[in-house]
């Protein structure tokens, strides 16, 4: 949920800390700070309570001198968005600056402990605690003669005691030449240089610097010095780093001439699920290939049931999912949000396989709860985007949905990419059963179509800009649709009101008789995805239903249709596909208009207040 950079090497550190910072900023905006060290001129250190742009005006000479340095930037667990609880935090008197992505869940007890011992704290934090606790082992290890190993053996000791997930670097004010990381549960990535190393959350700030990296793993402490790394693993002592190249995919990312982020991304849209498809059709045997499942066809084609999970909007991909191997593939399916399947502990069998379904590859729920299933002994597949990330790295397998790096914490382009590899997953189960070759060419040529479709749906956009001008001023709207337009009706009021604050619903059209009809006034919009389909007459006299109770109704449409245009106060006209394929085409229309809406609204579209992109915390 935060973004920690480190850096040691011949070369100024601030320039690759600020950079990388900034490439972090989507993990957490709140704050941001660093820390530097310059020979044994002690640690010098400014933070700010605000963006990293703010950041980078307070840098000073002090601290722009420093080759050795840490930075953060934030997303607020514990204590307040402000300049005091900003990161580095420093431990014992300034001994150490350290900078920490996670939750300490113990920390309360360790605080009080380190208070008894006559340590004070300036911060709310649960990092601070970290800091003094580092710093107290490090006074009971060597008292006032430190060494560099006794670091080492201090970082050990108090990261023995912690409970909760870390990512740290620390540096200590009386080494100039060490830099210390470790990891467990948040993720750290190492960028090796020459005569210079790098320490990232992710591997976005190290383009540019270095293509060689290594990923530190849960339990794993790292000594790196500007010519090498040591990486030592808790239980097995000294690792050998793996040493791996840079996807080609971690392009360094920039708005290419958007104004934002996510509208880049909606754009992309086309050319993402373009790389989803490419090489996944096996067009001689009318299914679709994966090459990275890791099971036989004899075991997938015993698979008796399904589980998918995930958060947020990857949970609204697993609802579509759902639908789509129930449909396609006769496979049962279970969907779980991954914060309740961990604790929910659902009866399973052996002949269950769980898809976690992620973008970034870091959400902590989605990362426990496949490994809770894997416990079990369930062979775990990641659908993601994100190569090399923890989840990618921990599951028995997976597919990458090769979307290239999704920077907007609104995910848009991920999710239709997770939809295709969903509609792929539903073909291949169910040309292993009972899908004729027929209707396996069929669905192809279908998905085919789907880049060339959205780019048309793109070309409403002018017309939802307009629509958006009127209902801007709206304090809560409903989205309603059945079926496979069920979770598309989700996710569209999860993309509006995450980045418009707008209050939005999303329902199974026929519910809103069950209640939420009564919401209906003619402040509420309610948003019908109302395509041709086995149900078009069902949703059409629900919409009827709002209609008569004086709601103004937004009907996405793929056929113009006079009794749709006459009852909705907007209708929106998207190309006609099959109904499966039906959410990839209407939630372009959705993400344009919460987009549209919240830039009206003055909001922050590609860093809404109180979010991340990536929730690496519970
Ligand atoms: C979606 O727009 C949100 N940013 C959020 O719900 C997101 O989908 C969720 O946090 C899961 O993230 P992941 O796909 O990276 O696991």
């Not at 008569?548 to 245009?565: C, E, M, S």
Request: hydrophobic share 40%; aromatic share 6%.
């Amino acid at each position: 949920m935060c973004g920690i950079v480190g850096y040691i090497g011949d070369n100024k550190a601030c320039p690759f800390l600020v950079t990388g910072l900034q490439r972090l900023e989507y993990r957490g905006y709140d704050s941001a700070g660093v820390a530097t060290l310059q020979q044994s001129n002690g640690i010098r250190l400014t933070k700010v309570s605000g963006r990293v742009a703010e950041l980078e005006s307070a840098i000073d000479d002090r601290i722009g001198q420093g080759s050795l340095g840490i930075g953060h930037t934030r997303w607020a667990t514990h204590g307040a968005a402000n300049q005091v609880n900003a990161h580095p935090h420093s431990g014992g008197a300034g001994i150490l600056s350290l900078a920490h992505n996670g939750v300490i869940e113990n920390y309360e007890s360790l605080k009080l402990e380190l208070q008894n011992n006559g340590y004070q704290f300036v911060s709310e934090t649960d990092s601070e605690v970290v800091a003094h606790l580092i710093a107290d082992c490090l006074k009971e290890a060597a008292g006032d003669e430190i060494a560099p190993q006794d670091c080492v053996e201090a970082v050990q000791a108090a990261i023995a005691r912690l409970r909760g997930t870390y990512g740290l670097v620390i540096i200590f004010r009386d080494f100039d030449d060490l830099l210390i990381a470790a990891r467990c549960g948040s993720p750290l990535v190492i960028g090796v240089g020459k005569n210079e190393q790098f320490v990232a959350s992710d591997t976005s700030p190290l383009v540019g610097f270095t293509d060689k990296i290594v990923y530190l793993a849960d339990h794993q402490l790292a000594l790196i010095r500007k010519d090498n790394i040591q990486v030592l693993h808790r239980d097995e002592g000294r690792v050998r780093p793996d040493i791996q190249t840079l996807s080609s995919e971690t392009v360094d990312v920039n708005l290419e001439g958007y104004p934002h982020y996510m509208l880049k991304e909606i754009y992309e849209q086309p050319q993402s699920i373009t790389n989803a498809l490419r090489g996944r059709i096996d067009y001689d045997n009318a299914t679709a290939k994966f090459g990275g499942l890791n099971l036989t066809t004899q075991q997938l084609r015993s698979v008796k049931r399904i589980l998918l999970t995930g958060c947020g909007t990857s949970w609204h991909s697993a609802l579509v999912g759902e639908y789509l191997m129930e449909e396609l593939a006769r496979i049962p399916v279970e969907v779980e949000y991954a914060s309740e399947l961990r604790y929910r502990n659902p009866p399973t069998d052996h002949e269950t396989i769980v898809f976690g379904i992620t973008q970034s590859g870091e959400t902590a729920d989605t990362l426990a709860a496949l490994r809770e299933m894997k416990r079990k002994g369930h062979h775990t597949l990641a659908i993601c985007n994100v190569i090399g990330s923890s989840i990618a790295q921990e599951a028995d397998g997976g597919v990458y949905l090769h979307a290239g790096p999704e920077v907007g914490v609104a995910s848009t382009k991920a999710f239709t990419s997770q939809l295709t590899v969903l509609s792929m997953l539903a073909l291949y189960f169910g040309r292993l059963h009972h899908l004729s070759f027929e209707a396996g060419s069929r669905i192809i040529s279908e998905m085919e179509k789907l880049p060339e479709l959205v780019e048309q749906t793109l070309g409403c956009h002018e017309q939802v800009r307009e629509i958006a001008t009127r209902y801007q001023e709206s304090d809560n709207f409903l989205y309603l649709g059945r079926r496979f337009n069920f979770p598309t009706a989700l996710e569209g009021a999860l993309k509006l009101k995450e980045i418009s604050y707008i209050h939005a619903e999303g329902y199974p059209a026929a519910e809103m008789k069950h209640g939420p009809i009564a919401l209906v006034d003619e402040n509420t919009p309610s948003v019908f995805i109302v395509p041709q389909g086995t149900v078009y007459e069902k949703v059409l006299s629900n919409l009827q239903e709002v209609k008569a109770r004086g709601g103004p109704v937004i009907a996405l449409t793929d056929h113009v249709d006079p009794q749709v245009t006459k009852l909705a106060d907007d209708v929106i006209q998207i190309p006609q596909t099959q109904d499966f394929l039906q959410p990839i085409i209407a939630s372009i229309p959705l993400q344009l208009l919460s987009y549209e809406i919240a830039l009206l609204r003055g909001c922050d579209v590609d860093k809404p207040r109180n979010l991340a992109k990536s929730v690496t915390v519970e």
